[in-house]
């Protein structure tokens, strides 16, 4: 089969955390083609979604990793799989590209994940839909609702809505006398909408990212902890990553999402969870699958290209 992969530049990917390069790898030991493409490669030209794609070549070495040869010019129906896997910002150049995606799947591409559901599934809002699972929340851009939450739960989180790693993520509390500016700046003086979500204790225990496939979730989830006086737990601002077993409440929140999730062509999703609450659905580039692997033994990126090499022979 031909992947087709649609990621930041090479040059930016460490290997040794990236859950791509997992899923390179194992697709290229199963004598699959690699290609791969920034976003600027995807372009419409007379009506025909076309890719510049760059065959892709893994030298085995981490950090030399990669060959590339000449850009081709070939229509995006022409790969197997086309894997969107750019990291946010989820921008408008973003949204534009998920409409490029979506054309070409009109065209007969396979696109994963489905670009419609990339811009219905919004990383933070999602929870809203599966609210049974979720802490109390508020979005808005109105700081006197934001006061109000805040009043009424006295701890809460404040973060933007198309953030990524931990960025802008506030704690506030009632007592806190940056209270006003943070608001203020989060929110850009009423005129950016943010989510406000109620803090829960138990992210000291670690913020998991369960991993689903296909609707399924893989049996380890990496449990985020924050590092002593930090607040976040993500990687990227010095949390450290330790593989478990799913929890009963995991698999409860996993089982219910995973086929509603699956059925919207999101065939990779990562949960996370603090506690017993969802707090997040991530959608557009869900790592951690080499931390899980590597802890334990669990080959995540076999079970994700498995799942790939068998929606294609179904499809």
Known sequence: MKFAFILDPLDSIQTYKDSSFAMMREAAARGHELYVMEQQDVVLQLGRVLGHARKLTLTGEEEDWYRTGEAEVMPLARFDVVLMRKDPPYDMEYVY?????????????KVFNKPKALRDFNEKLAIAKFNTFTAPSLVTRRPELILK??????????????????????????????????????????????????????????????????????????????????????????GIGVARPLSPRDHEIAEALGPQLAKEGLILVGL????????????????????????????????????????????
């Open 97 to 109: 590209s998920t409409y490029l995606l979506e054309l070409a799947e009109a065209q007969g591409a």
């Open 149 to 238: 939450f805040l009043a009424q739960y006295h701890d809460v989180i404040l973060k933007p809505l198309d953030g990524m790693a931990g960025r802008s993520v506030f704690r506030i509390r009632e007592q806190d006398v940056n209270l006003n500016a943070t608001i203020e700046t989060l929110t850009q003086h009423g005129t950016r909408t943010i989510m406000s979500q109620l803090y829960i204790p138990e992210v000291v225990n670690g913020d998991k990212r369960i991993l689903l496939i296909d609707g399924t979730p893989a049996p380890y989830a990496l449990a985020r902890i924050p590092k002593p006086g930090e607040t976040r737990a993500n990687l990227a601002v010095g």
């Open 272 to 315: 996370d969870v603090i506690g017993d609450y969802l707090t997040e659905i991530n959608v557009t580039s869900p790592t951690c699958m080499r931390e899980i692997t590597e802890q334990t033994g669990f080959n995540v990126a076999g079970m994700m290209i498995d799942a790939l090499e068998k929606t294609i022979r179904n499809s």
